[in-house]
């Protein structure tokens, strides 16, 4: 079966599957559940397909997944480097930012959702935890950049970087600049190139990778 | 701030390698939001961070080609500053009163700066050094420059030679005033120090400047 995406458009960790899927070539059916004012995902119905009550949830035909760092991994299984170059170093590499990446989601993805959702939080302290965050983000980048690599974990980019990116994105929806991180934005950047690339509301694609449009077309 | 008799308000603004062409990027200089960026062949300009139509910030758009388009409406500026193109017109030469407000830029030693249009003296000189990384504190030029009383001020920032991260390094930081109370350091090094050693010496010194700002 093709596989099931149980979405919501503004949600960041449906964006990483959405996102990384396309990346891969990899056709999903969305299924749009109304989290945001319906809170579907919390009725019975919804719960009935996953008790914990969150999106997203990935149906394969044989796996109902709620991870969204699980479904990363669903996806790129047969894309050869996408899941690092096979060594130890680089599977465990990838394990460190899949893990950080759910940091990211419990601050700067919980400053947005408090921002744009009314979600309770203690949202100073959010937003700090989001800072540290990212700076550790920009000084890896800026170690990596030294060894000549663009990615988190090497020279081209990994399940990691899709895993991580979202919520560095959209950090200033949860009111957090990015302004004071070059190395930050570089990476962004090179995942914004990648052939395949899709956008969400609030992170858009390059639109320089195309010629300007013909005059007069329509 | 004072050199030699003569004032420079030259404010540096980044690293060099951090605008590749065909990027635009945020910038500031004296309170005043900027857009700079770089075309395509490398032509680098700082403009006010507005575009003339609506308003809406220029770093959020996009450099194609010798052109700065904006997010909102497409409008495109030359390195000219001159408004070249509106997509909603297409037959329409845009008049000459259209324009994007210019600063001075400059490039010297993998350093941008950006000064008022026409009112800069000479360049800072950081020569010697090599460009390192660009970070932000929580802190103002002052709390950061009481913090660090083996570097001495000079325009533009501070320099001297400090142990930082275990070990001595020529350090040159080059002040930028955010908003919200913060403030961009970019760092130079010497071309032999490690650069890894001096970035986490940083690291450590942005944390105990921000705990003393906070205590």
Redesign the interface.
């Known amino acids: 079966m093709t596989p099931r995406l149980h979405d919501y458009v503004l949600s960041a960790s449906c964006y990483k599957v959405r996102l990384m899927a396309a990346l891969v070539g990899v056709r999903l059916d969305l299924v749009a559940v109304d989290f945001h004012p319906g809170r579907e995902h919390k009725g019975p119905a919804f719960r009935a397909l996953n008790p914990a009550g969150t999106l997203p949830v990935l149906e394969t035909g044989e796996l109902v997944l709620t991870e969204s760092t699980a479904m990363l991994v669903w996806l790129a299984q047969g894309h050869p480097g996408w899941t690092g170059d096979g060594s130890r170093s680089a599977a465990a590499q990838v394990q460190q930012w899949l893990a950080f990446s759910a940091r990211l989601a419990a601050s700067l993805g919980m400053a947005r959702l408090h921002d744009m959702l009314h979600f309770p939080a203690d949202i100073d302290g959010c937003r700090l935890a989001g800072i540290d965050c990212l700076r550790e983000v920009e000084a890896h980048l800026f170690e990596a950049r030294l060894a000549g690599r663009l990615f988190l974990t090497g020279d081209r980019p990994t399940i990691a970087d899709i895993a991580c990116f979202p919520n560095v994105a959209l950090a200033p929806d949860g009111g957090v600049g990015l302004e004071p991180y070059p190395g930050i934005r570089l990476w962004m950047r090179a995942i914004r190139s990648l052939p395949g690339f899709i956008e969400m509301p609030g992170i858009h694609r390059l639109h320089e990778l195309r010629p300007a449009p013909e005059r007069g077309a329509a | 701030m004072k050199t030699g008799g003569r004032v420079t308000n030259w404010v540096a603004n ?2 060099s390698r ?3 062409a ?2 635009v ?2 910038g500031r200089w004296q309170g005043v939001d900027l857009a700079i960026w770089r075309s395509a062949t490398g032509v680098l300009r700082a403009w006010k961070d507005r575009c003339p139509h609506r308003g809406m910030r220029l770093s959020h758009g ?3 080609g010798e052109g700065l ?1 904006c ?1 909102y409406h497409g409008w495109t500026y030359g390195t000219d500053g001159r408004c070249r193109s509106i ?1 909603a017109h ?1 037959d329409l030469v845009p008049p000459a009163a259209i324009r994007a407000e210019a600063l001075d830029c400059a490039e010297a030693d993998g350093v941008i700066w950006v000064a008022g249009a026409g009112e800069a003296g000479p360049l800072p000189a950081v020569t010697g050094l090599v460009p390192l ?4 504190l929580h802190a103002l030029p002052g709390q950061i420059a009481a913090a660090l009383p083996g570097l001495r001020l000079f325009p533009g920032g501070l320099r001297g030679v400090v142990v930082l991260g275990g070990i001595q390094t020529s350090l040159c930081l080059l002040l930028q005033e ?1 908003a919200r109370g ?1 403030t ?1 350091i970019h760092a130079l090094c010497g071309p032999q120090d490690d ?2 050693a001096v ?2 010496g940083l ?1 450590d010194l942005r944390r105990s400047i921000e705990q003393g700002v906070a205590a």
């Open positions: 980044g690293l951090d605008v590749v065909g990027v990027v945020p996009f450099v194609r388009s997010i997509p297409p990384r660009s970070l932000a955010l913060q961009m650069p890894v970035s986490r690291e």
